[in-house]
């Protein structure tokens, strides 16, 4: 069955120190695609970054870079040098072509704290 | 493209209210989901929309639950005899034809029952 872990609940950091969130998924498709998503605290969804499953070329922008590993059905997530402003709750998300809908999987999340 | 929009932001109500939450989705979108996110939780599917017709419901959407999408654009979601476990947020999205895994997010509507 499709699944997101996200086994992070919560992770504290101080400012300007690095942090990884860790996404692992189940799925059966080959086809498919990975998503992160950033909810501060209004609520608001934020699209941050989605790969599909035949592309494993890790991505960076900016401060943020992605770490895609289909061996290990891992998506993880790292922030370098962190800013208060990053504080927020991160999802990864899967999204599988046999679904037919399209529809998304969330992870249950990870609760980031940047201290100043 | 002004996005997809819900309505009301914020809902309190008293349990055993029925209570209707209204979405619009980008103009050219005919694909819609509906999501629920408890505390703590991750957003999860409750419904999906093709056009007018409703092609899937998870299990989460009980009979208290209803959603409709009249002509194919601007979509209800309704619950009746409202319960404390119904208090979420509750998001929508959508997406074109042919961009399959591109979902779009509404600012979502906060549901608190009382």
Known sequence: AQKVTQAQTEISVVEKEDVTLDCVYE???TTYYL?????PPSGELVFLIRRNSFDEQNEISGRYS???????SSFNFTITASQVVDSAVYFCALSEETSGTYKYIFGTGTRLKVLA | DTGVSQNPRHKITKRGQNVTFRCDPISEHNRLYWYRQTLGQGPEFL???QNEAQLEKSRLLSDRFSAERPKGSFSTLEIQRTEQGDSAMYLCASRSPTALYEQYFGPGTRLTVT
């Open chain 1, 27 to 29: 799925t059966r498709d």
């Open chain 1, 35 to 39: 998503f992160w998503y950033k909810q």
């Open chain 1, 66 to 72: 992605w770490n895609f590993q289909k061996s290990t």
């Open chain 2, 47 to 49: 419904t999906y929309f």
